[in-house]
């Protein structure tokens, strides 16, 4: 099969294998902007075909309401959100949502958020325990709730808070870290240390807009998160700088942040990433994975590579 | 119409057939996108890109601003595979959607949200309240409803004339209100034989004066053999202000909300709005709500 | 006068008294993007009459050529620069720039950046005591230089920094803050209980952008600082923290980051900021900050504000 | 001309009057501005905003993207207040630009940087090198020279025909060269009745065949009684190879410069390139340079 298609064609090829998934292609559609698959999957003639892998929306041990509206601010070529985990916990994302995720022909990553290491834990267990479920990103950096950043800044509670995980579910655990949270090498170390099996590099940066008119924050809740291309230049950095952390240890860096394009799935895995993730981008177009996954392939030609992942982590710096 | 459920939203993009200039404050913008006019069903909206797609790919020139705006349906012609979206500028993105011109191809996402569908309205008569830029909305939904055998009757408010979306008409009301048989009625409505009133808060001849409410009040006061419910449309304070009175009078009322949006489609809890029953999504739950689930903040 | 001219006009007033200056407006043009102003000055009516005061491009003891080009590279609603602190040095700019200053009607103050201590120090020392300078920006925060986050992000060196400048030195500090770096507010605390006179809050955020034809960084310094409206909203975060720690103590804030218009100089003010710096604007208009003004004075017309000090502060949180 | 200095740079608003196809892969945007049309010199160069103004303020629709993109002169017109500038389609910015229609406001800052002064030559012949959107500057610059009683002759590479920025048309030659005396032209230059000849890549008949350098080797073979020197303008690495050229030959070349630009006016030390004596602005110390003080890298 493989070696047929491999003398048909000299199209490269996109597929990964990452944490045991094998992946179509490097694309992930991120946390929180792709609900639980089912929601996009009505759009008249879906595709997951060129989609790698689905991060569903974090869950949490108990029902969250999410924070008050607006939840939502544009900004100069990005946007705010502060959705506050909004989900209607684990057990009912377990018995009505999960069941869907057989009719989409893609992988599935489910995502954990909480307050305490014990939910993240409890969580992180039941949805685990799926089939259907491949891996498990830890969210330990939403800027939308109350001390949301602690996991991600302390690289000690860190640990503990994979570690624990780690220990309490059989599959593949990712860590989410949070920028500006202090050293990021720092943090990526430990999880590494504490068993992380992959890194999303990374979540949201906080920020604010102010309505001036009120004086008030635009968001209901203040402060949100800052996704979008704003951020991409500070989120391919990042990357850089994980991987220069991670690749000694063979952990697999996911890159994330204001990803639009081939070409910016491309700046991701140069730096360091051996896949992508894609949120934000979600919004302006349901089909981006399609559109990302032709742009790499053209790229790909145009290096005369073969294989997406031979482009992982080969930056050259001008000052090295 | 067949009575298939409508196909799921459509991710495409559409053709600017047109652009026109709608009342002093608003813009009209026809496309093509078969798709979407032969699946929407009014009060459903659309979202569109403010950045029109270069020649060669799928992707627009900027990234400024970032997100798609909801559009409501103002007419649609499904036969001709197009429809029309009437706007008014507000900010930065409803300006670039003014600087779009025939040809320019735009992404699109839709026909979003639930529907109102005739038969699951109880009563004959609908009184479709609404002002600004929540009358172009009226106006399909009035359509839908009338071709089901109802009797929509529009009431609108604005501040002055020369706010209103559309021009007003003399017309001959069908059903007379407040001891008035003869007002100004706005045009649109008028040509496909729906009876409408204006309230200007600025008076003038073959206008009620006052806020919507005072038209509405008196239409209210009227009997109706098949029974009477109201949909509003428009700017939030007016919507909260009709969903008031229908509180009082105890007549049924549907609110059609507005939301800023990510996604469109349900995945991302954006767009959340309070009701009695927690947060609910206007881009699936609504944007239609029975008016007492809202709760006003 | 003063009374007179209460009477003739209901215009608000843009005025404000900021570290014994007078200003015309809250408007500070930011360091290295309006060089020493003489070059800004020769475009035809250019008109210092909005400009509050200018923090003239950081200088160092020694000259210094700066990085290898490119040293620009355009993102979403921004732009990374890789200048690496270009300047002539210290002694040439006193000699030769300086002297220009008494020919532009506005406030000056000197910035001033270094990789020692005593660097800092000695620099500070020789341009406070120019008379056309009004007070000292330290930078403490330069991404493009080798260690160039040092003092910005360790509490302990930004106070070692700060106290050692500010005993050096006969004129009022202003301590440049560097986004990213850990937590903010202590690093505030700190430069406060050193002595700033006031805090400037805040330089660029560390970022890349990749060619990815060539898999090299687009700058020929690698990393660059992200500035420009992409960052606004993080700015604005960030002055609010910042404002949070200071205003308790009486210490001023000045607000930066992605000001292009009134709109987004009312926001840093109602943040918390006493007056603001517009970087990378001018690169789009060299009169900018007359249009901001402008716009700063329909703002308050709108508010009914008589003097733009009157909003500094004036947040109200809505999760208050 | 007066012979004052000319007057510091504007910031200021210009009107697009025009915006036409030049050649099959550039544009020609022809923009009213007094004070820049009537003060710059060749090759000074201008920055302009990639997007339109709205019609109520100073500030563009769209933050994206953010900075303004230097062009150079192609045709001056200072009594009307109006002039051209050639830029070809790269990136987003230059694709933004070639939305532009008549009535379009654009904010544009210059002319900036430094020119030729016709009296600064010393010698009588100056060959004018170039390709690509490199050329259109060095018509201005051809005109300038002429004016002044100077003989500029017009040496231009390209891949093929195709890529040219300008139609060629048959030309006999003033000063014949390498045996050549009719040649394919450039047209605008020969408008001017000024010689040009053209280096294609790919062969044809009337074009010398090979790279830029082909024709400029026969050139600077021949005697010049006034003395003979180079500009050179063009993508890099050809500017590189003429710069080359000049120096195995000891003739005297100006490079202009390309770099990308924060400011443009001297102020953020952006547009740096290295030269013999340290980095230098392309904004301020150039566009033009003594080819021998570039550190080409
Ligand atoms: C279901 C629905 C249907 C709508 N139908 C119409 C219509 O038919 N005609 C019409 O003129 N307007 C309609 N609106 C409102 C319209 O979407 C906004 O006026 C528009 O998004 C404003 O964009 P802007 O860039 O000009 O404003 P900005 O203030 O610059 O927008 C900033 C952000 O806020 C969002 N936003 C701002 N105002 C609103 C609003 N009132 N509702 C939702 N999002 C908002 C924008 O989409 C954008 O993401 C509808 C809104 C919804 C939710
Ligand atoms: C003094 C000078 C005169 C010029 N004259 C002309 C001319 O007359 N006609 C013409 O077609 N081009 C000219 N150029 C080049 C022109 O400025 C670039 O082609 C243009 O900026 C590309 O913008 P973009 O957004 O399409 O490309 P992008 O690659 O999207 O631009 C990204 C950023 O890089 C900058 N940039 C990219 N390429 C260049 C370049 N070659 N030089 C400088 N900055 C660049 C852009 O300005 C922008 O800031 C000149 C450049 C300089 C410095
Ligand atoms: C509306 C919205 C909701 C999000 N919700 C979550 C979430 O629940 N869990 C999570 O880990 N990340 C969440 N994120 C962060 C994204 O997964 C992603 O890390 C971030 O948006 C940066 O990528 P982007 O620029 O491609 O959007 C959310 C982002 C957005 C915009
Ligand atoms: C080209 C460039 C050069 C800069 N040089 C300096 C500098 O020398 N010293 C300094 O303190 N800040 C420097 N900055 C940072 C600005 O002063 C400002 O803090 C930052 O750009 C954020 O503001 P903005 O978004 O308005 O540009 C520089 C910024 C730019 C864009
Ligand atoms: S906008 Fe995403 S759920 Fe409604
Ligand atoms: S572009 Fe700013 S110095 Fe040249």
């Known amino acids: 099969m493989n070696q047929e298609r491999g003398n048909k064609t ?82 009912y994302v377990i018995r009505r949502y999960l069941g869907m995720l057989k009719n989409f022909d893609t992988n599935f990553i489910a995502g954990i958020a909480g307050d305490a290491i014990r939910e993240y834990v409890e969580c992180a267990g039941k949805l685990a325990a799926h089939g259907d479920i491949r891996a498990i990103e830890v969210n330990m950096s939403c800027p939308n709730v109350k001390d949301g950043r602690r996991f ?36 990526a170390r430990a999880c590494i240390d504490a068993g992380a099996d992959a890194l999303s590099v990374s979540n949201t940066y906080v920020g604010m807009v102010i309505d001036t008119h009120r004086r008030r924050p635009l968001l209901g809740n203040d402060a949100g998160g800052l996704s979008g291309p704003a951020i991409r230049p500070l989120a391919v950095h990042n990357v850089h700088l994980v991987y220069q952390a991670a690749a000694r240890r063979d952990v697999p860096v996911i890159g994330c942040g204001g990803i639009m394009t081939g070409d910016d799935a491309a700046q991701m895995m140069i730096a360091g990433a ?47 | 119409m067949s009575k298939q459920k409508p196909a799921g939203p459509y991710e495409t993009v559409a053709t600017v057939i047109a652009q026109e200039p709608a009342g002093a404050v608003a813009y009209c913008l026809t496309l093509e996108c078969p798709e ?63 600087t779009l011109k025939p040809g320019d191809r735009v992404r699109v996402l839709g026909p979003l949200g639930k529907y109102i569908s005739p038969k699951d309205v ?25 071709d089901a055998g109802k009797e929509p009757i529009v009431i609108a408010g604005a501040r002055r004339r020369e706010t209103l979306i559309a ?6 009301l069908k059903r007379p209100v407040g001891g008035r048989r003869e007002v100004q009625s706005l045009e649109p409505f008028a040509r496909s034989d729906i009876d409408s009133v204006v309230a200007l ?65 349900g995945a991302c809890q954006t767009c959340a709005i309070k009701t009695t029953s927690g947060y609910r999504r206007v881009c699936v739950e609504g944007p239609v709500f029975d008016s007492k689930e809202i709760v006003w903040e």
Chains 1, 3 share one sequence.
Not at chain 1, 285 to 295: L, M, Q, R, S, T
Not at chain 1, 302 to 307: M, R, T, V
Request: a neutral charge; proline letters at 8%; glycine letters at 12%.
């Open chain 2, 122 to 146: 109880n009563s004959q008569t609908v009184l479709l309240a609404g002002g600004g830029v929540g009358l172009p909305p009226l106006y399909s939904l009035a359509e839908t409803l009338k």
């Open chain 1, 274 to 320: 051996s896949a992508v993730q894609v949120g934000t981008a979600v919004f302006t177009n349901v089909h981006i994975a399609a559109d990302i996954a032709a742009g790499l392939g053209r790229y790909l030609i145009a290096q005369k590579e073969k294989e997406v992942s031979a482009i992982t982590g080969t930056l050259q710096l001008n000052r090295a």
């Open chain 2, 167 to 172: 021009p007003t008409v003399p017309r001959k």
């Open chain 1, 152 to 187: 991600a800044s302390d690289s000690g509670a860190a640990a503990e808070l994979i570690g624990a995980v780690k220990k309490g579910c059989r599959k593949p655990v990712i860590a989410k870290l949070a920028p500006g949270t202090g050293d990021i090498q720092e943090i």
């Open chain 1, 10 to 91: 000299a199209e490269p090829s996109l597929e990964i294998g990452l944490l045991g998934m094998k992946m179509r292609t490097p694309i992930i559609m991120a946390s929180g902007t792709f609900g639980y698959a089912f929601e996009i999957a009505r759009v008249a003639e879906f595709d997951f075909s060129q989609i790698g892998a689905v991060v569903l929306k974090s869950v949490t041990l108990e029902p969250r309401q999410g924070n008050p509206p607006p939840r939502v601010a544009e900004t100069p070529s990005g946007m705010l959100n502060s959705i506050g985990l909004q989900n209607p916990g684990v057990d």
């Open chain 2, 36 to 98: 979407i006019a032969r699946s929407a069903r009014p009060p459903q909206f659309f979202t569109i890109s403010c950045h029109p797609l270069t020649g060669d790919g799928a992707d627009g020139i900027s990234l400024d601003p970032l997100l798609r705006r909801p559009l409501g349906f103002y007419r649609l012609r499904p036969e001709k595979g197009e429809f029309d979206a009437v706007y008014q500028v507000v900010g930065r993105g409803t300006k670039l959607l003014a």
């Open chain 2, 201 to 265: 808060e600025e008076p003038e001849d073959g206008f009620f004066e006052g806020r919507i409410t005072v038209p509405l009040k008196e239409y209210l006061e009227q009997d109706y053999e098949g029974g009477v419910e109201i949909v509003a449309c428009g700017p939030p304070p007016m919507v909260r202000a009709i969903a008031g009175l229908a509180g009082e009078k105890s007549v049924k009322c549907a609110a059609i909300m507005e939301s800023r949006m990510g996604c469109g489609i």
